[in-house]
């Protein structure tokens, strides 16, 4: 199949993209690399009567560090990460998130910005990022305001954007050095979505955990503040430590009511957590 007709913009900066959306007064959707959103025309599943093309906007591929984060434009691509093109200050974690992303193809036109705003739950960026800590910078005509990741999905396919906003920039804090990083999912095969996802960030030196469970029927699983999967504590010894009953009575509580579907969670969170402890 091919999309329905719809008009195309192109702006020449970000101020007036976001005119163009302020003002457009017919359903509209953003491109940038399009691979979430140009198969979803192809098959009709989405009948917008305008694009709004960022692709080419260089405010949004800028990078900097900035004390102790690292702000990156809506449109770095996965490959931009996946090739060191960018500072790292996750030691390695986001360069191998993002060099497990689909295929090469998909990573070098695919945007982070792009698939959080698609808001897929299967999504590597989503889990990935609330579990480090990220923040993003939401944009529109009438200024910006600063979203944590954990609170932008807020269900399958939903997000905290408004009308008239855009992602604009990806805040990621540097990992502590002390700091124990976790990344697993469960794909049928090599690019497919993922059906389970784990992603753990661990320090047994402050005694914190950052747990997301992610690729459920709604928005991920995120929790700040974990301790209760460790018997009550964080410590060096948290591998062993782990409850895999608190892991599935959390997923029944929301609302993962398919046994096998929790067995699966579980041992990807397990996975997880004995990747970060080795």
């Known amino acids: 199949m091919k999309p329905a007709p719809f008009g195309y913009e192109r702006p020449r900066d970000l101020q007036a993209a976001l005119a163009v959306l302020a003002e457009a007064d017919a359903s509209v959707k953003i491109i940038a690399g399009g691979q979430s959103l140009g198969p979803m ?19 949004l591929k800028q990078v900097e560090r900035q ?14 990460i996946e090739d ?30 792009g698939s959080l705003s698609h808001a897929d739950p299967a999504a590597d960026w989503v889990s990935a990022l609330s579990a ?14 600063i979203v944590a990741m954990e609170d ?9 954007l408004r009308a008239g906003e855009i992602v604009k920039t990806v805040h990621v ?10 990344y697993v999912k469960s794909c049928r095969k090599t690019g497919e979505f993922a059906h389970a996802i784990g992603a753990v960030m661990i320090d047994p ?16 699983i995120v929790m700040t503040d974990a301790a209760e999967l460790f018997g009550g504590r964080v410590a060096g010894d948290y591998k062993d430590r782990f409850d895999s009953r608190v892991a599935e009575a959390i997923l029944a509580r929301a609302g993962v009511s398919d046994a096998a579907h ?14 970060a402890a080795a």
């Open 41 to 59: 025309l192809n098959l009709r599943l989405v009948e917008p009567e305008l694009l709004i093309d960022i692709a080419g906007l260089a405010e």
């Open 67 to 80: 004390g102790d984060e690292l702000v990156l434009g809506a449109c770095v691509t996965h490959a931009d």
């Open 84 to 113: 060191g093109r960018i500072p790292d200050v996750t030691r390695g974690a986001m360069q191998g998130v993002a060099g497990n992303i689909a295929y090469r193809a998909v990573r070098n036109r695919g945007t982070i910005g």
């Open 132 to 145: 480090l800590g990220a923040k993003l910078t939401l944009r529109s005509l009438a200024g910006s305001r």
């Open 152 to 160: 932008f999905i807020v269900g399958a396919l939903e997000s905290a």
């Open 173 to 182: 804090p540097a990992m502590p050095a002390s700091a124990h990083w976790g």
């Open 205 to 220: 030196s402050a005694a914190t955990a950052r747990i997301v469970i992610g690729a459920i029927d709604s928005a991920p």
């Open 262 to 275: 929790r067995h699966i969670h579980v041992n990807v969170l397990k996975r997880a957590v004995r990747e």
